[in-house]
């Protein structure tokens, strides 16, 4: 009977600890100082620093004159982090954005980078090579640090590869100077299609990662009257009402 007893105490006793814990657990979660586990915080995105540019990284802009990171059609930057090439990325798209390293300005045989926006609001990096017009994606990605975001209608990115990698077809050792293609378009379920416009922008001379320039292409609307056809246009007309002049 005592052995009864005294279990029955050790029950009564665990139960009203166990109360009195819930009792203090409910007292205390209401006390804003009570030390809930949380995630840890996610870092918002860094802004894309254009004073920068021509400085301490170079830089493409592509749209309108005086545009931005923010506000260009395209945006690319590049600059050195010890043994690795950081790139940041942008562009007016809800799709993706990417450069390709060329031995030419022409789409065929290029290393590619791709940020990528998929259904599930996240922007990957992906690694591809041109196969002809086809972009093929290669899974060995040398691509580390990887971030990005979408926001505004826009794809950024920022990520880091090495300078030197073991060889590879794929991989081009960006050491060497290479022409840069630049692209962006829409995704479908996170996998790229055509990109936006017909013939999208180049470097007009290789580039070297080492050398920081800031670079500004005017896209098609604001470079029609540089145009040699439009120059010619406006020689003609201009001859013409000068001709007609009594």
Same mark, same amino acid.
């Given at each position: 009977?005592? *052995? %009864? ?33 949380? *995630?840890?915080?996610?870092? @918002? ?15 493409? !802009? ?9 506000? $260009? ?7 050195? %982090? ?8 942008? *562009? ?15 789409? +065929? ?5 791709? $940020? ?9 990096? /992906?690694?591809?090579? &041109?196969? +002809?017009?086809? *972009?093929?994606?290669?899974? !060995?990605?040398?691509? !580390? ?6 926001? &505004? &209608? ?6 880091? !590869? @090495?300078? &030197? ?5 794929? %991989? ?12 962006? +378009?829409?995704?479908? /379920? ?57």
């Amino acid at each position: 009977m005592r *052995a %009864i007893k005294n279990s029955q105490h050790i029950k009564k006793k665990g139960l009203l600890e166990n109360l009195l814990l819930d009792f203090l657990t409910i007292i205390y979660s209401h006390w804003p100082g009570y030390p809930f586990p949380t *995630a840890p915080p996610v870092d @918002p995105f860094a802004k894309i620093k254009v004073d920068d540019c021509g400085k301490t990284k170079g830089c493409f !802009r592509y749209g309108k004159p005086g545009c931005n990171a923010e506000t $260009c059609d395209y945006f690319l930057s590049y600059r050195m %982090i010890g043994a690795d090439v950081e790139f940041e990325l942008s *562009a007016d798209t809800d799709g993706w954005v990417a450069v390709g390293f060329s031995s030419d300005k022409k789409m +065929g045989g290029d290393d590619v980078m791709a $940020c990528v926006h998929d259904d599930n609001g996240r922007v990957r990096i /992906q690694h591809f090579y &041109n196969v +002809g017009q086809w *972009a093929k994606e290669i899974q !060995r990605n040398p691509a !580390r640090d990887e971030e990005g975001v979408f926001e &505004n &209608n826009r794809v950024t990115c920022r990520f880091k !590869r @090495p300078v &030197n990698v073991p060889r590879d077809e794929t %991989i081009v050792d960006l050491h060497l100077s290479w022409y840069y293609l630049f692209a962006w +378009g829409p995704a479908i /379920q996170g996998s790229i299609t055509r990109h936006d416009i017909d013939s999208p922008p180049t470097s007009e001379r290789v580039v070297s990662i080492y050398k920081y320039e800031d670079i500004f292409m005017p896209s098609a609307a604001y470079q029609t009257f540089s145009s040699p056809f439009c120059l010619l246009l406006i020689v003609a007309l201009t001859f013409y009402l000068l001709m007609g002049t009594p």
